[in-house]
């Protein structure tokens, strides 16, 4: 079992700048693919970003591409996301999600656990 604990969403301009964090416990997180998610009100959960235990495989939804770095710190259990040029298209609830396994994967169906949930505004 893993628990994620999503932190670092707020209010931001557009052009701006946010910095997600992802806290996971319970079961070795070195050991998952982690991912970011979001959803904005009345659309399905799409994927943003995706990287191995290793951190060396990464993955961009093509909307973020350039602008978005995800990272982790195995020691310290928890996945960044950072998020650079924020534009209005990206306010959405944005979730973290884990799944066991070493393939870096696109699909909500695909992850085992997830977080809760934290809110991204990007105002115009």
């Known amino acids: 079992q893993v628990q994620l604990v999503e932190s670092g969403g707020g209010l931001a301009q557009a052009g701006g700048s946010l910095r997600l964090s992802c806290a996971a416990s319970?079961?070795?997180?070195?050991?998952?693919?982690m991912g970011w998610f979001r959803q904005a009100p009345g659309k399905e959960r799409e994927f943003v970003a995706a990287?191995?235990?290793?951190?060396?495989?990464?993955h961009y939804a093509d909307s973020v591409k350039g602008r978005f770095t995800i990272s982790r710190d195995n020691a310290k259990n928890t996945v960044y996301l950072q998020m650079n040029s924020l534009n209005p298209d990206d306010t959405a609830v944005y979730y973290c999600?884990?799944?066991?396994?070493?393939?870096?994967?696109?699909?909500?169906?695909?992850?085992?656990?997830w977080g809760q949930g934290t809110q991204v505004t990007v105002s115009s």
């Open positions: 999600a884990a799944r066991r396994g070493l393939r870096v994967a696109m699909n909500v169906a695909e992850y085992d656990y």
């Open positions: 319970g079961r070795t997180v070195s050991m998952y693919v």
């Open positions: 990287i191995r235990w290793s951190g060396s495989n990464t």
